[in-house]
């Protein structure tokens, strides 16, 4: 996949990466149902590096934060403890994964939103 598809950053930190998009589409939605809507996906990029934070028994707040001061391409390294370029690291993701895993997440969601009931059932 990677051969065919290319690769992006990892660890989460590419769709970080779209969040500044997302902000500017927040600013200049024109109704609260397109606003709402970008803030729900702003947030939502955030979600698999809170996870790995989360699961690390770290605080994803303080650490996000970190991260989006060090810039573009920087993420965390859980078992150092530090703020690193995932570039340098070869911290790498295939796209073609992502992107189904984006269009999967968007598409649940969409459905959700549209039906009048959704059951969940917990592990």
């Known amino acids: ?10 660890g ?25 809507s970008y803030q ?10 809170r996870a790995m934070l989360t699961n690390a028994r770290l605080d994803p707040g303080a650490i996000l934060e970190r ?9 965390y390294d859980i078992v150092r403890g530090e703020i690193v370029s995932m570039q340098e690291e070869g911290v ?3 796209a073609s994964v992502q992107k189904a895993a984006l269009i999967s997440a968007v598409s649940s969601a969409a459905l959700a939103l ?5 059951v969940h059932h917990k592990e």
Do not use: N
């Open 67 to 75: 991260i989006r001061s060090a810039g573009p391409g920087f993420g």
């Open 114 to 118: 549209t039906i009048d009931v959704l």
């Open 1 to 10: 996949g990677a051969l065919e598809d290319g690769i992006v950053l990892g």
């Open 40 to 49: 729900i996906l702003y947030r939502a990029m955030e979600a698999p590096l």
């Open 92 to 94: 790498q993701d295939v």
């Open 12 to 36: 989460g930190v590419v769709w970080l990466s779209c969040q500044p998009e997302l902000q500017e589409k927040i600013s200049q939605s024109d109704t609260d149902e397109e606003r709402v």
